[in-house]
C-alpha cells in the first residue's frame, strides 16, 4: 500500500484535509466580485486551498486565471505571465481564439502549442509592428472586458506570491493595479502571499497604493479535531492503525501546520508497524531532524549572534508574545528592547519567523524549532 500522505506540492481530493468553512467562503467572495488579500505562513496550503476554488468556482460555470508572480523577476515578465495566463481564455473559445484575443489585447501575436500531456498552449509574443507589447493596464483590464463577454458567469483572478510585485517594481504595479481593480467591479480579486509582514504593509499601511483596496483573510494552522478524523482515516483506509493519543501529540508537535503535519504522518506511516504509537512517533521526529540536522546547522551558524538569540527564544517559548517587554529581554539575555526587536525583525525579514493573527511570533519551520530544543536549547 503506498504512503497515503502528501507533502511539498499541491494537495487535492482525499489528501487535502479540511479547509471547508475557507472553502466556501472563498467560493462565496469569488461570485460576489470581492477583493481579498489572503495570507498565512509559507506551506501553510494557501495555493492547494486556491487551486480548489478555482476548481469548484468553474464546476459552477466560473472563469479563472491564476498568475504565479514569484517567478517574475522584472515587469517585462509579469506582463508577459499575466498576458499568457489571461491568453488561456481565447483556447476556450477554439476557433474563435484569435479573435478573441485581438478583443482582449493589442500588440501581441498568439504562438499556439501542446503542453507534455498534450493540451493546448497559448503564448503571447510581442507584434512586430508594436514591439513593446501591450502594457500592464490594458493586460490587466482583460479581465474585465472577458466579464463583460460573459455575463452571469463570475470572473476571478488570482495573484499568488503577490508580495513578490514589490520586488520586481516598487510601487509602480501597485499603483497600476489600484486603479484597475477599483474600476472592474465585475471581477473578484485575490492577492496571496506568503510574506505577512509585508502584504500588511502593502495592503494595511496608510501611503501604500493599495492601502484598504482590499478585505484580508488570514489562512492558519489546522486544529486537532480536524486533523484527528483525517490523519485517522488515512491510516484506517491504508490498513493501519494510529492511537488517539499519537494523533493529539503529532499535531500539538506540528502545532497544525498542513505541509510539516502532513510530513511527519508520512515519516511516521513509514516506520510503524500495524498500529503507529507513541514510540513510533518519537522514532519519526528523530528520522525527520537527523534528515535536516545539516541544513538546520548551517542556517544557525549562518545567523548574526542578536537574531540566533532570538531565534532560540522562539524554540523555547513555542510562541513569543512581548518579545521586547523587559522579562524577555532579561530572560534572554538582549542588551535592550530595541536590540530584541531589531533581532525580531531580521528574523521575520528572512521568513525563519511569522507572526499568527493573536500576535504570537513562532518559527516559520516547525522541525527547526524541535531541533534547536534539542541541540541549541541551553
Same mark, same amino acid.
Given at each position: 500500500m503506498a504512503n497515503p500522505f502528501s507533502y511539498g506540492g499541491i494537495v487535492s481530493a482525499r489528501q487535502f484535509c479540511n479547509r471547508v468553512t475557507e472553502l466556501r467562503e472563498l467560493v462565496r467572495a469569488a461570485k460576489n466580485n470581492e477583493r481579498?488579500?489572503?495570507?498565512?505562513?509559507?506551506?501553510?496550503?494557501?495555493?492547494?486551498?486556491?487551486?480548489s476554488v478555482m476548481s469548484t468556482l468553474r464546476e459552477a460555470g466560473g472563469i479563472c486565471f491564476y498568475i504565479d508572480v514569484w517567478k517574475c523577476v522584472d515587469e517585462a515578465d509579469f506582463r508577459r505571465v499575466c498576458a499568457s495566463a489571461? *491568453?488561456? $481564455?481565447?483556447?476556450?473559445?477554439?476557433?474563435?481564439?484569435?479573435?478573441?484575443?485581438?478583443?482582449?489585447?493589442?500588440?501581441?501575436?498568439? *504562438?499556439?502549442?501542446? /503542453?507534455?500531456?498534450?493540451?493546448?498552449?497559448?503564448t503571447l509574443v510581442r507584434d512586430r509592428s508594436r514591439p513593446e507589447g501591450p502594457d500592464v493596464e490594458e493586460i490587466l483590464r482583460a479581465p474585465g472586458r472577458i466579464s463583460a463577454m460573459e455575463p452571469g458567469?463570475?470572473?476571478?483572478?488570482?495573484?499568488?506570491?503577490?508580495?513578490?510585485?514589490?520586488?520586481?517594481?516598487g510601487l509602480k504595479l501597485e499603483k497600476v493595479l489600484r486603479s484597475v481593480i477599483q474600476e472592474e467591479t465585475g471581477v473578484a480579486w485575490?492577492?496571496?502571499?506568503?510574506?505577512?509582514?509585508?502584504? %500588511?504593509?502593502?495592503?494595511?499601511?496608510?501611503?501604500?497604493?493599495?492601502?484598504?483596496? *482590499?478585505? #484580508?483573510?488570514?489562512?492558519?494552522?489546522?486544529?486537532?479535531?480536524?486533523? %484527528?478524523?483525517?490523519?485517522?482515516?488515512?491510516? /484506517?483506509?491504508?490498513?493501519?492503525?494510529?492511537?488517539?493519543?499519537?494523533?493529539?501529540?503529532?499535531?500539538?508537535?506540528?502545532?497544525? #501546520?498542513?505541509? $510539516?503535519?502532513?510530513?511527519?504522518?508520512?515519516?511516521?506511516?513509514?516506520?510503524?508497524?500495524?498500529?503507529?504509537s507513541e514510540s513510533d512517533l518519537e522514532a519519526a521526529v528523530s528520522l525527520l531532524l537527523d534528515r535536516e540536522s545539516g541544513t538546520y546547522a548551517t542556517l544557525?551558524?549562518?545567523?548574526? /549572534?542578536?537574531?540566533?538569540?532570538?531565534?532560540?527564544?522562539?524554540?523555547?517559548?513555542?510562541?513569543?508574545?512581548?518579545?521586547?517587554?523587559?522579562?524577555?529581554?532579561?530572560? $534572554?539575555g538582549f542588551s535592550s528592547p530595541s536590540t530584541a526587536?531589531?533581532?525580531?525583525?531580521?528574523?521575520?525579514?528572512?521568513? #525563519?519567523? *511569522?507572526?499568527?493573527?493573536?500576535?504570537?511570533?513562532?518559527?516559520? /519551520? %516547525?522541525f527547526l524549532g524541535m531541533w534547536c530544543l534539542r541541540n541549541v536549547a541551553t
Open positions: 481579498l488579500f489572503i495570507h498565512g505562513e509559507r506551506r501553510v496550503g494557501k495555493t492547494s486551498l486556491l487551486k489571461l *491568453s488561456g $481564455y481565447a483556447l476556450e473559445k477554439g476557433k474563435g481564439a484569435l479573435g478573441k484575443l485581438a478583443e482582449l489585447f493589442s500588440g501581441v501575436a498568439p *504562438s499556439f502549442g501542446i /503542453d507534455e500531456s498534450g493540451k493546448p498552449t497559448v458567469r463570475p470572473v476571478l483572478v488570482v495573484f499568488d506570491e503577490f508580495q513578490q510585485i514589490r520586488e520586481i517594481s485575490f492577492f496571496c502571499g506568503s510574506r505577512a509582514t509585508l502584504l %500588511r504593509e502593502m495592503f494595511l499601511k496608510k501611503g501604500s497604493p493599495l492601502f484598504r483596496s *482590499s478585505g #484580508h483573510y488570514p489562512v492558519g494552522a489546522i486544529g486537532f479535531a480536524h486533523w %484527528r478524523p483525517f490523519i485517522t482515516g488515512e491510516f /484506517d483506509q491504508s490498513g493501519k492503525k494510529i492511537s488517539p493519543g499519537t494523533v493529539r501529540m503529532l499535531v500539538q508537535a506540528t502545532g497544525g #501546520h498542513p505541509f $510539516y503535519t502532513q510530513m511527519l504522518c508520512s515519516a511516521l506511516w513509514d516506520i510503524s508497524g500495524h498500529t503507529a544557525w551558524n549562518s545567523l548574526p /549572534d542578536q537574531p540566533r538569540k532570538m531565534l532560540r527564544a522562539i524554540a523555547l517559548e513555542g510562541t513569543l508574545f512581548k518579545p521586547t517587554s523587559g522579562d524577555m529581554v532579561r530572560k $534572554y526587536k531589531s533581532a525580531l525583525l531580521y528574523l521575520l525579514k528572512h521568513d #525563519h519567523a *511569522s507572526q499568527d493573527e493573536k500576535g504570537g511570533y513562532h518559527l516559520s /519551520d %516547525r
